[in-house]
């Protein structure tokens, strides 16, 4: 599992790791990086939205796409 901290509130979301390392270029590159966040199992990104991070979980987890009018009610 790693954990992901997300937006100024750093909201921590657990991931497992084969599905960010399998659908994310981005995530395999880090984890397999040697740095700190591949040792740790730990990532800050503090300019993505809470919202915007559970769309993308939903997707790597259901293979679906969050409905635009429910995009709309939260954003």
């Known amino acids: ?3 992901i901290k997300i937006g100024a509130d750093a909201t921590s979301y657990r991931v497992h790791e084969a599905l960010l390392t399998h659908y994310s270029e981005y995530f395999r590159g880090a984890l397999r990086s040697g740095l700190e966040e ?3 199992r730990t990532f800050t990104l503090k300019d993505v939205r809470p919202y915007t991070f559970e769309a993308f ?4 987890y259901t ?3 969050t409905k635009r009018s429910e995009w709309n009610d939260r954003c």
């Not at 979980?57 to 790597?60: A, E, G």
Request: proline share 0%; glycine share 0%; no cysteine.
């Open 63 to 65: 293979q679906t796409v």
């Open 57 to 60: 979980v939903n997707w790597l």
């Open 1 to 3: 599992m790693v954990t």
């Open 38 to 40: 591949s040792r740790t």
